[in-house]
């Protein structure tokens, strides 16, 4: 379950950010101590990990903000201790604030960043237009950011970093402090940008946020690589569907319990939690153990509240993994099986 | 890093300057614009001084004796331009705290801008905005009727000192934005910056102050700099005799220049630690 990430080809052709052994200390925390990371062209790439795993400490090193202690990284194909000015031309960041101009308006801050980033005036202009239209912004591009809901301040800072159209975005928990209706926004948008070819990584402790953005999820703790997978991959890595049956009355529990051992998987106890009548167990066969376990109950005659499958939440996966639990619960997916 | 030199960077050496000044620029424009669009900042930042001149010359000013048939006024103008002045460095602190708490900060520092102009921009920001309220605080001056009788020359000169010192305080005010945890810490500085501001020649001759008191405020920057005007603007300058306050021209030029080789590496250096 904890693998080392495999070796894999690391043509810059294909990996816009390939990173080896990172290292970074502060005083004597390891903020990143060996991480490696490869993220393949045209998708979306999550770190996910507990506060101080060093999931910012690397972005701020692979955006040029700060410098490496150890290991080395080539993003956009260019080294980031050696040549940061070509990492930055190559690179959009929107980091944990929304890094705008709260009294410019938001026409006035991209027109800015745009001089910033040596377009020349002209271009500056039309390429602010062009933006303030892409991110929904246009009829509120002569108002300042401070009036803004905090989605709308997000999205402009997506465009402000998105004004070379980069090869690689960074976004470090870039919903954090949003009401569902600004994250939900600020996704939209995230897709939007992949679409057209930008590589994004992604941090973030938000599960449901990785889960539902994420092509690959790299968790870390502590600095270091915990495993590397797809979202689903991930959530069958731990052990893949439970069967989870609801007792209708305390005396049932027994029975409940000896059916669900029957089908669990090999070596696998069934769980307990007589508070709330609830037996569950991990199943090889989900389908299978569904219809055996019905069928069991029924014939004895034993009456049950509920019964399901469920699926592992990201959640359980990265508390397994890192031994850590999110800040935030993902609501689990339940699927209902009429018996 | 040792393999800086081998930098593939394109760039000639003139085009570089080229954009560190045109980046400069565009910073600078983003600062006026906050003032355009913030006339309150004026405000604000003369509030103080404006108030300080209605108590000291009209509410205090009649129990103020500072020589012989001077009129306080003409005494307390001067110390007024110099103390606006020395408070500026707390707006300087203010806008660089603001924009490392904010992130914006660092997404410059993520952008192939020249790196130097997040703080030239600041410093040239900060002096057009001072020669502002300058004019402004000028102005009122005049209505409550303070003269310059130094002829036009010396009066220029004496509105460059004023700039000079706030020039100086510029780096201190972007070292302390850079030390500062956040906007709230930044505030506190008011209570550094109050007894700096005020512990000067501004309102009262040193020499009228206990001893120890009256040495520390004779040294002040900021008494060099209030006496220098004064002495240019041909304002009433009593002096205790002593050989700092006899030097303030010099002293006006010798403290800012001073401030600034010690404040200005240390800010750079500050900013450059942040990517550490």
Redesign the interface.
Known sequence: MTAPPRPRPRSTEQHPVVAEGLRKTYGDKHALDGLDLTVPRGTVFGLLGPNGAGKTTAV?AL?????LDGGRATVGG?DV???P??V??R?G?T??????????TAR?NLE??G????LGADRARRRAAELLDQFGLAEAADK?PQGFSGGMRRRLDLA??MILAPEVLFLDEPTTGLDPRGRSEVWDAVRGLTEQGTTVVLTTHYLDEADKLSDRIAVIDRGRNVTEDTPAGLKRAIGGDRIEVVAAEPREVPAVRAAVARVAAQGAEPETDAAELRVHAPVADGVAALTAVARRLQDEGVAVADIGLRRPTLDEVFLALTGNRAEQRESTEHLEVTV | MSAVAQTAEREGVGRRLYWAAADCWTIVRRDLTHLVKQPSLIAWQLGFPIVSVLLFVYVFGSAMDVGEGVDYKDYAMPGMFAMTMAFGFMNTAMAVVVDKERGVTDRFRSMPMAPSAVVTGRGVSDVLHAALDLAVLAVIALVVGWRSDGGPLATLWAFALLLLLRFALIWVGVLLGLLARNQESAGNLFAVAFPFGMVSSVFTPPSEMPDWLGAIAMWNPVSATANAVRELYGNPLPSGGSWIEEHSALMAVVWPLALTAVFLPLAVGRFQRLGR
């Open positions: 701020r955006s040029t903000l700060i410098r260019h201790g050696r040549d000015r070509a930055r031309r690179i960041l980091g944990q604030h929304a890094a705008v101009d709260q009294i410019l006035q800015m960043f001089r910033l980033f040596h300042q402000s970093s």
